[in-house]
């Protein structure tokens, strides 16, 4: 910091232009510090927030339902399920779980309960004793849309 401020304190002195209007004069302790920030580091400062922003909405985890497929001690059984599972329902994420001793199998990220229903009934032709359960889940990139297009921005 020491280094920084005389640097921009020879600046100042020899006549270089500061860094635009974030240019400011303290007075500490009788000396003088003369504080030129370039401008463009509010630039880099707004880019990093929207990067930030951006990236907390796709890592957010939301309260939601998910459906529960299978509650097994074989590993090799909830392997296998999941499998179908991603290949009779490609646009819904499966999840594999395991909380000693069981192996969990569950489907999808579901904002509310009546869509998780509506999931349950096409799955429980293929795989009986499935059930909803109350989860934190992924938004969808969609819903991140609607976020987005509804946003006061």
Do not use: C
């Amino acid at each position: 910091m020491l280094l920084a401020a005389t640097g921009v304190a020879a600046q100042a002195a020899a006549g270089a232009s500061p860094g635009g209007p974030a240019f400011r004069t303290d007075t500490i302790g009788g000396g003088t510090i003369i504080v030129a920030r370039d401008t463009r580091t509010d630039l880099l400062i707004r880019k990093q927030a929207d990067y930030n922003e951006k990236v907390n909405l796709t890592r957010k985890y939301s309260h939601g339902f998910r459906i529960q497929v299978l509650n097994t001690t074989d590993r090799s059984e909830a392997i296998t399920t999941k499998t179908r599972l991603l290949q009779l329902f490609p646009q819904e994420k499966v999840y594999l779980l395991y909380q000693e001793p069981y192996f969990k199998v569950r489907l999808g990220n579901f904002r509310d309960r009546e869509e998780a229903d509506a999931g349950l009934q096409q799955l429980n032709k293929q795989f009986p004793g499935s059930f909803v359960i109350p989860s934190a889940i992924e938004p969808k990139p969609e819903w991140l849309k609607e976020a987005t297009d509804n946003s006061p921005m």
